[in-house]
């Protein structure tokens, strides 16, 4: 079945690059998402990526996606301590019904020490 | 005003306990999602409707149920609640836009004692 995994903790220090990795297996993903959930707060996209894409840049933001290893990275750049959140990955299962459904990560826990 | 609201935000109740979590909306999306979180385990889909005549169980729906008043509102239900039901209980909402984002709702923490 479909499955995305991520370590489940990373710590860097202010100003240093955050590299946040995931893998998923459904190679019919059509997006790959990361969502960002802060301290008492639901998820919010960060940034998402085609699967016809291999890189999307936003800002600090670099999405990096190898269909081959079925593996997405998330690069934060010059990393604030306002960071400092869960990421989760996230892939769209588009199934017959089209039900649009996301499988998420288990989340990895960005600390940013100052 | 948020777009996506959760009442309660936090509720602690005992086992066999009947509770409903409620999810109002105001983004106009048909479709609604209710999704549990556990550390480690990352959300896991429970639920999830595409309009008021459609319920679908997802990948965790044993324990719970689910009822579409409206567009805008999506409630979860545990009938007789247990332990292990205890959890972060998220709604998310969906608009048709090809990439399918979702937009989540604060959170109801439910303890179950």
């Known amino acids: 079945g479909e499955d995305v995994e991520q370590s489940l903790f990373l710590s860097v220090r202010e100003g240093d690059s955050s590299v946040i990795n995931c893998t998923y297996t459904?190679?019919?993903?059509?997006?790959l998402y990361w969502y960002k959930q802060e301290p008492g707060a639901g998820l919010q996209l960060l940034t998402y990526i085609f699967s016809n894409m291999d890189m999307k840049q936003d800002q600090r933001l670099t999405v990096l996606l190898n269909k081959k290893d079925k593996h997405l990275s998330l690069r934060i750049a010059d990393t604030q301590t306002g960071d400092s959140a869960i990421y989760f990955c996230?892939?769209?299962?588009?199934?017959?019904?089209?039900?649009?459904?996301?499988?998420f990560g288990q989340g990895t826990t960005l600390q940013v020490k100052p | 005003d948020a777009d996506v609201t959760q009442t309660p935000r936090n509720r602690i109740t005992k086992t066999g306990k009947r509770i409903m979590l409620e999810c109002s909306q105001t983004?106009?999306?048909?479709?609604m999602y209710w999704y549990r979180q556990d550390p480690g385990l990352g959300l896991r889909l429970i639920y999830y409707?595409?309009?008021?005549?459609?319920?679908n169980k997802g990948e965790i729906s044993d324990g719970y149920s689910v009822s579409r008043q409206a567009q805008a509102k999506f409630s979860l239900s545990l009938e007789s609640a247990i332990p292990n039901q205890t959890a972060l209980y998220f709604c998310?909402?969906?608009?048709?836009?090809?990439?399918?984002?979702?937009?989540f709702g604060p959170g109801t923490r439910l303890t179950v004692l």
């Open positions: 996230a892939e769209s299962i588009i199934g017959s019904s089209n039900t649009g459904k996301l499988i």
């Open positions: 459904d190679s019919s993903s059509t997006y």
């Open positions: 983004k106009g999306h048909d479709r």
């Open positions: 998310a909402t969906s608009g048709l836009a090809a990439y399918n984002e979702q937009f």
């Open positions: 409707s595409f309009d008021v005549k459609d319920i």
